[in-house]
């Protein structure tokens, strides 16, 4: 029988690379994870209506401490990128959002392209996830599942005549 991980919430590495303790509901702990960072999205683009280049900072930011957390947390527990760590979904529905309207069909869109490219991993993301270890290969799969996820709704926002 396999043990059970030992994710501590008082140790502010795991609260914070578990999603705030979304990543510990089942199932789809990786789905309750992005579904955690939507209301922080919201709040940024929508209630605090945050530039562009904070929302940025703020993501790239976040990437860089999740390296961090994602990495520890595997590492404490003995098990690289454990369903639980969910951090990098947040960080990932971040990406997808990048310059992207806070209204309610984008969010719901964006929540469904960025777990279809994070489930799924089609190329290149598989091969990353496969190749990258630790805590930045924790990350960087989910932030490439992000860009491809934003790529295809900016696509959808914009009209067919922009292109030509």
């Known amino acids: ?3 059970k991980p030992d994710f ?8 914070f690379a578990l999603g705030f303790g979304s990543g510990l509901l089942k199932p789809g702990p990786g789905t309750w994870g992005t579904l955690a960072a939507v209301p922080l999205y919201w ?6 209506q945050t530039p562009l280049e904070v929302y940025l900072t703020i993501t790239g930011l976040g990437f860089l ?3 961090y957390l994602c990495g520890k947390t ?7 990128d454990h369903g ?12 997808t959002m990048v310059a992207i309207a806070p209204t309610l069909t984008n969010i719901v869109l964006g929540f469904i392209l960025f777990r279809i ?3 799924f991993k089609p190329w290149p993301i598989k091969v990353v996830d496969q190749k990258v270890h630790g805590g930045f290969g924790i990350m960087v799969d989910d932030v490439i599942a992000g860009i491809t996820a934003c790529l295809i709704l900016h696509l ?4 067919i005549s922009n292109y030509f």
């Open 1 to 3: 029988m396999l043990e």
């Open 8 to 15: 501590n919430l008082r140790n502010p590495v795991h609260f």
């Open 43 to 48: 709040l940024l683009a929508a209630y605090l």
């Open 65 to 67: 401490v999740g390296v």
């Open 74 to 80: 595997a590492q404490d527990v003995g098990e690289h």
């Open 84 to 95: 639980a760590i969910v951090w990098d979904e947040i960080i990932g529905f971040f990406v």
């Open 117 to 119: 490219f994070d489930i």
């Open 156 to 159: 959808l926002q914009a009209p």
